[in-house]
C-alpha cells in the first residue's frame, strides 16, 4: 500500500526556517514535490525533483526554498526566510506506475505558519 507521510511543520517568526519532510512507502515513485494550499486558494505547486535529481521551484520560494531527496523514497523542502504569507498546508506528492498506469499520491498534509 503506497503511503506518503509528511513531518517538520509548527509555527514560526517571520525570517525562520523550517524544513519539511516526507517519507513514502509501497512503491518505486518517480517525481516527488512539494504543494501547498492556503485558506481560500487553490492548492499550488511549491517544488518538484525528479528521480534523477532535477528540480522545479514556484517563482514565489525560489532562492528561499531547497527541495531535496535523501533516497528514492524520502524527500526534504528546506524552508528558509520564512514569510506571512508561505503560512499554509504543506502536502507531499509523488508519481508511481501502477499496472502500466501513473498514479498520483498524496500525504495528509503538514500545516506551516508564519507569524510572529
Known amino acids: 500500500q503506497v503511503q506518503l507521510v509528511e513531518s517538520g511543520g509548527g509555527l514560526v517568526q517571520p525570517g525562520g526556517s523550517l524544513r519539511l519532510s516526507c517519507a513514502a512507502s509501497g512503491s518505486i515513485f518517480s517525481t516527488m514535490g512539494w504543494y501547498r494550499q492556503a485558506p481560500g486558494k487553490q492548492r499550488e505547486l511549491v517544488a518538484s525533483?525528479?528521480?534523477?535529481?532535477?528540480t522545479n521551484y514556484a517563482d514565489s520560494v525560489k532562492g528561499r526554498f531547497t527541495i531535496s531527496r535523501d533516497d528514492k523514497n524520502t524527500m526534504n523542502l528546506q524552508m528558509n526566510s520564512l514569510k506571512p504569507e508561505d503560512t499554509a498546508s504543506y502536502y507531499c506528492?509523488?508519481?508511481?506506475?501502477?499496472?502500466?498506469?501513473?498514479?498520483?499520491?498524496w500525504g495528509q498534509g503538514t500545516q506551516v505558519t508564519v507569524s510572529s
Open positions: 525533483v525528479s528521480s534523477g535529481g532535477s
Open positions: 506528492n509523488a508519481d508511481y506506475v501502477r499496472n502500466g498506469f501513473i498514479i498520483n499520491a
